[in-house]
């Protein structure tokens, strides 16, 4: 792997050992598989061939698992780098598989030779028979599923794992708080958060909210990034601001958030752009415009901290957001909030009132009537939310169950 | 657009891929050919596969038995479009053939050139489509793979059950289970009520005309570019992206529509600390409307007269000198700026404050504010005495007028040597009333200039206005005598000192007094000399 950005005089010829496995057993079986095609089982050259396949596997590292996913390969977990011939060959291959139901082939010893010889004849025809090979076995990962982005895969399901995908990621830059920002694992998360939210937005807010479980601080964290990431689609900013929000937000709250509430927003802010700027440097001769105005928006919220009213407008939504989270968790209660307590809550907040937009779309992606909520009827009467949908309002009275007429007002927000 | 644009197209855009690749870099001339190439095609979209480039249906490189190896990986990485905007520039085309060159087939490398593309690497020049990359292949198209029980991923359903607290039961359709249960879990007991309050049919909460006005200033271009090229000042790590003049032209930009106190400061600050980068900033940063939207901004800041001390210390003589003279300027309509100005003098002191300013140019508003400025001061003439043979005719009397009447005439004697310029029908309309209001003083001094100047240049009443005062002031006999018997005195000034004489009958007999000189003085001055006996006469 190369670590420096020189451009380097190579033949952009694969040269990890990683690979070299998948790469044998691709070719080989390509050649098994073809020859099978044009000669038959019994043909000298095809016993030949499967022999030249044995051998391979006997001199690889056993055991090992290959799996073929789309046009990529696998082995063991990692990506397998082809040349383009190669690359031609191994979609060749895992088109034959696909057409028997294998997308993974995990081998532990060598197969026998009259085995290979029947898996090849399968690749050849098309035809799968369920085969059984000593040493070597051949299933399908989770069949059916297939779809980009949640295309034929139940979108809530996708945009579930998706989230739980950056959750895992979100772990692993909390594992190593206070050291150099993970640029490419952060990007990543944002990522996988665009995908959720293109696949299934409702979900993809209300998931790491709704499931049971600990709110850790990479969990708040993902579900502050997640708010961030709504509001600003919900104001229709474009894709490349959205993805400069979530990442500051992301780091801000990685780092700030304390298991019981978190520092001062400024002071998170600093803290992570003291992360952010130690991995600044690519190499190249320029910065990419995401990670200078990642920098940028977290370095105005830390550089003037109490000229909040100058802030970009979308470092005061990161701090809402931000807010939201450390008041979850509150540091002088033993019990969490939920989304209707936090949006009651943050609402008489100050600091919103310098962007009452962003407290309004977060109500918006929240559930504009929570049940909880403190509201105002039009005949002054006042009560708590019990649900019911925005033009019928139910609310609690203390003495009945009103529905009202029109809507209430959110707290603090001037509609 | 033939098929022989498009393989030139295409063969252009490989040709500076390999050249990056030879060089280390990619080679200009290829570049220019490359845009020419593109053009050709009316920048058409190049769409990557895997071993071929297209644009439409046609193959512009790779196909057949030639093999284009460093297509693969950046198909790898997601890429499959590029369009170039109509603005781009050859140094574009050559970057992103740097960074197609970069692109190694390795994992770190793939994500790398993905990270870059993502990050809007090449969005100044081109519109990208990325799709997922061949790294990210598991999770997008079989999703619960990568969390399912054999550990198709690194730490797979292990890890997601720990994270939950294994309150969900992560077993093959968990996920799937979770999904579709999140309303059941979004139950509120207490209530038995739904959270998911949102319906189709239900209006937004925001008004659209809000999200309007919200996107407008969260996409607003100054904002940004004011917010990068603060952060660029403050990170050293950034400053390798600019010139300090490319900086300072955007910050310049910027600062014309949002003048930002806090950037300024930071600049200010920065070069008092000795910050190379920022001094240059600093020193081009230099536009007309600069110091006049820094007072202003600085007025109403509750730090600004700090942040315009430090201006003042940190900017070129020239530019301090344009900022003390609009802060003048300023002071003369708004009283914010009173008060900041009245901070800076006491702050830098009086005298280098006024050592700031190029005296010459001074305006009458400025030199009002000025003299305002200092009028409380005890040390005003010591202070202004030394301007005063510098500060411009116009700008002299709004000057003086801002300052007591005790005060004026102890500044006369530095306007001595100015007389000459000062007259003209200038003194009289201006400046005389100012010395006169003086009192005896102040009148004496302008009396002495007429004296010296033998009224040259003195129209009629302002030496009838100066006679009546130095008659109040006891002081006419003592100086406007000679002046009335002097021959080289214009027959018209001894005329109006007679008017004034007039006002007093001691000083009208002094006046009046007959003399052997008056038989050669003008017929108009002996006819008003006799009219004053005259009158003499009937008040003995």
């Not at chain 1, 070299?20 to 020859?35: D, K, Q, S």
């Not at chain 1, 383009?84 to 060749?92: A, H, N, T, V």
């Not at chain 2, 968990?174 to 509120?188: C, F, G, S």
Request: proline share 6%; with cysteine; charged share 25%.
């Amino acid at each position: 792997m190369s670590d420096s950005l020189t451009i380097r005089r190579t033949s952009w010829m694969p040269d990890d050992a990683q690979g070299r496995t998948a790469r044998m057993m691709v070719e080989r079986l390509f050649v098994l598989m073809r020859t099978l095609a044009v000669h038959g089982p019994s043909h000298p050259v095809s016993v030949q061939i499967a022999q030249a396949v044995a051998d391979g596997i006997a001199a690889a590292e056993l055991p090992f698992t290959l799996q073929f996913v789309r046009q990529a390969v696998f082995q063991d977990h990692a990506l397998v780098m082809f040349d383009p011939g190669g690359f031609q060959r191994s979609l060749r291959v895992a088109s034959a598989l696909a057409a028997i139901g294998v997308q993974q082939i995990a081998v532990d010893h060598v197969p026998s030779v009259d085995d290979l010889i029947a898996l090849g004849s399968e690749l050849a025809s098309g035809h799968g028979t369920a085969l059984q090979i000593p040493g070597m076995q051949l299933r399908a990962i989770l069949a059916g599923q297939t779809g980009t982005a949640g295309e034929t895969v139940e979108p809530a399901r996708f945009a579930a794992v998706m989230l739980l995908r950056s959750l895992m990621d979100a772990e692993h830059i909390e594992a190593s708080r206070g050291g150099a920002w993970p640029w490419s694992r952060g990007a990543a998360i944002l990522r996988r958060l665009e995908r959720a939210t293109d696949a299934d937005a409702p979900t993809s807010t209300r998931f790491l909210e709704a499931a049971p479980g600990e709110f850790t601080v990479p969990r708040r964290a993902v579900q502050a990034t997640v708010l961030a990431l709504a509001a600003m689609r919900l104001v229709g900013l474009d894709v490349a601001t959205r993805r400069v929000g979530g990442h500051a937000t992301l780091a801000v709250a990685l780092t700030g958030l304390r298991p019981r509430g978190g520092d001062a927003f400024p002071a998170a802010a600093t803290r992570a752009l003291d992360q952010l700027r130690s991995t600044l440097s690519t190499g190249r001769s320029k910065i990419d415009p995401h990670r200078l105005r990642t920098c940028a928006l977290v370095h105005d919220a830390a550089f003037r901290p109490e000229a909040r009213s100058r802030w970009h407008p979308v470092a005061r939504l990161m701090e809402l957001v931000y807010e939201h989270e450390v008041l979850r968790c509150p540091t002088d209660a033993s019990f969490d909030l939920g989304a209707v307590d936090l949006l009651s809550a943050l609402a008489p907040r100050s600091f919103v009132q310098d962007d009452p937009g962003w407290l309004q779309a977060l109500a918006e992606i929240v559930g504009r009537w929570a049940p909880g909520m403190k509201v105002e009827l039009e005949d002054g009467e006042a009560g708590v939310l019990l649900g019911g949908s925005s033009t019928k309002p139910m609310v609690f009275t203390g003495a009945a169950v009103k529905v009202g007429r029109a809507a209430p007002s959110l707290p603090g927000v001037e509609e | 657009m033939s098929p022989k644009d498009v393989r030139t197209l295409g063969r252009a855009l490989d040709a500076l891929v390999r050249t990056a690749r030879t060089h280390g870099s990619a080679v200009e001339a290829a570049g220019l050919r490359l845009r020419d190439a593109w053009l050709a095609v009316d920048r058409a979209p190049l769409r990557f596969g895997a071993t071929e480039l297209y644009v439409r249906d046609d193959v512009a490189l790779g196909g057949g038995d030639e093999e284009v190896r460093w297509l693969l990986p950046i198909f790898m990485a997601g890429l499959r479009l590029v369009t170039p905007r109509e603005t781009v520039t050859v140094q574009e085309l050559c970057q992103l053939a740097e960074e197609l060159a970069r692109c190694e087939p390795e994992v770190a490398s793939l994500e790398r050139f993905r990270d870059w593309l993502w990050g809007g690497g090449a969005a100044s020049g081109f519109e990208v489509e990325l799709q997922t990359s061949f790294m990210e292949a598991v999770e997008a198209e079989l999703p619960e793979a990568a969390v399912a029980p054999d550990g198709f991923l690194e730490g797979g359903l292990s890890a997601v059950r720990r994270r939950l607290a294994g309150v969900m039961a992560l077993e093959e359709d968990a996920i799937e289970l979770a999904a579709l249960d999140l309303d059941a879990v979004a139950t509120r007991e207490e209530f038995d009520a739904s959270l998911d309050a949102e319906h189709d049919d239900e209006p937004p909460v925001m008004h659209e005309a809000l999200r309007a006005a919200l996107r407008y200033r969260c996409e607003e271009a100054s904002r940004w570019s004011l917010c990068e090229a603060t952060a660029v000042l403050a990170i050293p790590a950034l400053q390798a992206e600019q010139t300090p003049d490319a900086l300072a032209r955007q910050l310049a930009d910027t600062l014309r529509e949002h003048f930002d106190v806090d950037v300024i400061d930071l600049l200010a600050s920065s070069v008092r600390r000795n910050d190379p980068f920022a001094r240059a900033v600093l020193h081009g940063l230099d536009f007309p409307e600069l110091p006049t939207a820094a007072v202003r901004a600085f007025a109403h800041d509750a730090d600004g007269h700090r942040v315009l001390a430090n201006l003042l210390a940190a900017v070129s003589p020239e530019l301090a000198s344009r900022v003390a003279h609009a802060l003048l300027d300023g002071a003369a309509s708004d009283t914010a700026l009173v008060d900041i100005a009245l901070r800076i003098i006491t702050s830098l002191g009086a005298q280098r404050f006024i050592a700031l300013l190029d005296v010459p140019s001074l305006r009458p508003p400025e030199a009002h504010a000025l003299g305002s400025l200092l009028a409380e001061r005890g040390d005003a003439v010591e202070l202004l005495g030394p301007l005063m043979a510098r500060v411009p005719r116009p700008a002299l009397p709004k000057l003086l007028g801002a300052l007591p009447a005790e005060v004026r005439p102890r500044l006369a004697p530095s306007l001595g040597s100015r007389w000459p310029e000062l007259s003209g029908g200038f003194v009289e309309s201006q400046l005389a009333p100012l010395f006169i209001e003086g009192g005896a003083a102040g009148a004496r001094v302008l009396a002495e200039a007429l004296v010296a100047q033998h009224g040259e240049g003195w129209s009629v009443e302002s030496v009838r206005m100066l006679g009546r005062a130095l008659v109040g002031a006891g002081l006419f006999i003592e100086l406007c005598i000679p002046l009335v018997r002097s021959k080289r005195v214009a027959a018209a000034v001894r005329v109006a000192l007679c008017d004034a004489a007039e006002a007093d009958p001691e000083v009208a007999a002094a006046v009046s007094r007959w003399h052997p000189g008056e038989l050669l003085d003008p017929p108009e001055l002996r006819a008003r000399l006799r009219s004053l006996r005259e009158l003499e006469g009937p008040r003995r």
